[in-house]
């Protein structure tokens, strides 16, 4: 018997001493003390509100049969989603940054009932009426290993990013093509404009909700380009399921790419999206007055590789992209999401130690593209990379969301997760850094999967990245974030560069991050 089914059984015995005011639900999980994980099981009871000393009659067992019981008090989203579960899927709330809270299927109310399958947004999306294109990639294209002669000019955010975006943008000569999930800072548009008057410009470009720190939303941006720029511009609605200007859908949650090739030889490639945290207008390594801003801005890697033959790759997978997409688009509000992003608060990283600037490289060397929702492509090239590790695997990622119930679905998703466990259990110096939205739960869902959370994972407010380092010779560049979604479905990007000096660049950064930004500290659900 598993460990969740014991201790289930052991809450179903005693379930009516958790019927308690307040209490809203029971499960298996682990112990948090400080703010952090433990290694030891414990009876997970959430409230409502945490009462120190609550009246005679009201208070919980502190263990039951010798196992400890953990209070903990919900979030608004955790409150949601056990008392209105309906309500909660339908705010389709569909990944961590966007506010979903981990599900448990054990979970249970004190009377017995169990929120996390009518809470489930992903169901709620399912019943959006819109028929399902089926993914076709480019004619004659391949995802495989290119040996090839490149520049690369590294550089991560909040330290270098824009400068490096900007000089990348200012020298566009012909033809400029994007593919982006969010496009909504002020000083992005201004440079893009400039950048391609009078030139091709093609964009494909997914409709989210509102970025926090946007200057105006998507729409507003397209409509300013298009008013802008006239002919010169090619755009279309990436088609997602819940965008209501596309007609049909590929990509079920997002499409979430970050790629920009310019002039048919030089590609921008990156975990951040053209909006203000993960591209803010700040250069903290020439200005140190900038320093202050960076602590509330984003975590983003990035790279610039001039290499004709992979920008031809990536070039025609967007040029496709926008191609199918502009089939099944139609006319809608000028402005204007189609969700309300959830009211998230203004998070700051402790003070950066140091600011690096970016830095180029160059050679004969190894590039793999990598794009999802092609089969197999990413989860194939990542899960053999993760497994090639002999001494370090870094990874730093903005959350890892494990799929509700793992089935063949998604497979092999939950399969890189185990190979990082399996590289854990060899003996590597395995080390993984996420944000804030990595909540306690989620944290507990990884611990429950085999990962050593407890020594081997620390949370840094802001982190935004999408990167794997390998024995400090290899580097991951990407926008896939680790969910079912992520390296599974959704339209996303990346890179893997075999080349010990841009991984060495990279592993400087997450050096830097692991010791002075990040900590053994998470929020509860």
Do not use: C
């Amino acid at each position: 018997m598993s460990d969740d089914s014991a201790l289930g059984h052991l809450i179903d015995e005693h379930l009516s001493e958790f019927d308690k005011p307040g209490v809203l639900s029971v499960r298996p999980g682990y112990r948090v003390r400080d703010d952090w994980l433990t290694g030891d099981r414990a009876i997970v009871v959430t409230v409502a509100h945490k009462v120190a000393d609550p009246p005679a009659g009201d208070a919980l067992p502190t263990q039951i049969d010798g196992t400890p019981v953990d209070v903990r008090q919900a979030s608004d989203r955790k409150r949601q989603e056990i008392q209105d579960p309906a309500g909660y899927a339908a705010g389709l709330r569909l990944a961590p940054d966007t506010g979903s809270v981990p599900h448990f299927p054990a979970e249970r109310t004190p009377t017995g009932a169990e929120p996390a399958a009518a809470a489930s947004a992903h169901a709620q999306l399912a019943k959006v009426p819109k028929p399902q294109l089926p993914y076709a990639a480019p004619l004659g294209m391949a995802l495989q290993p290119m040996d090839v002669d490149a520049t690369i000019q590294l550089s991560a955010s909040p330290d270098s990013g824009w400068t490096v975006l900007s000089s990348f943008l200012a020298a566009t000569k012909e033809s400029l093509t994007v593919g982006l999930y969010d496009f909504t800072s002020a000083h992005v548009l201004a440079a893009v404009r400039t950048a391609t008057a009078g030139k091709r410009f093609e964009l494909v470009l997914d409709h989210p909700p509102k970025n926090p720190t946007a200057d105006q939303t998507d729409a507003d941006t397209v409509a300013e380009l298009t008013d802008a720029l006239g002919a010169d511009l090619t755009h279309s609605w990436a088609l997602t399921r819940t965008d209501t200007l596309a007609t049909a859908w590929i990509y079920p949650t997002a499409y979430h790419i970050k790629v920009a090739v310019r002039d048919h030889a030089t590609v921008w490639l990156s975990s951040g999206n053209w909006n203000n945290s993960n591209q803010p207008a700040i250069d903290p390594v020439a200005n140190a007055a900038d320093a202050t801003e960076a602590r509330h801005r984003d975590r983003d890697w990035h790279v610039v590789i001039d290499s004709p033959e992979l920008a031809a790759v990536f070039e025609a997978y967007l040029r496709n992209d926008g191609t199918v997409a502009a089939a099944h688009n139609v006319a809608g509000p000028p402005v204007g999401p189609p969700l309300t992003p959830p009211p998230f608060g203004t998070t700051a990283t402790p003070a950066f130690r140091q600011f690096f600037a970016d830095h180029t490289v160059s050679g004969r060397m190894t590039v793999t593209p990598l794009l999802t929702p092609d089969p197999g492509v990413y989860v194939d090239a990542v899960k053999a990379l993760i497994a090639s590790a002999t001494t370090t695997l870094y990874l730093q990622f903005q959350y890892i969301e494990l799929p509700r119930q793992a089935d063949a679905t998604t497979a092999p998703f939950t399969d890189l997760v185990q190979a990082v466990v399996d590289r854990q259990q060899a003996g590597v110096d395995v080390r993984i850094i996420m944000s804030e939205f990595e909540t306690a739960g989620y944290l507990e869902q990884l611990q429950a999967a085999g990962l050593d959370v407890v020594h081997h994972v620390r949370i840094q407010n802001n982190v935004h990245n999408k990167g794997i380092l390998v024995d400090g010779n290899v580097v991951l560049v990407s926008s896939q974030n680790w969910s079912a979604d992520g390296t599974l479905h959704n339209r996303d990007a990346g890179v893997i560069l075999h080349h010990p000096a841009a991984a060495a660049y990279f592993q400087q950064i997450f050096l830097h991050d692991w010791t002075n930004l990040a900590r053994a500290k998470a929020v509860s659900d």
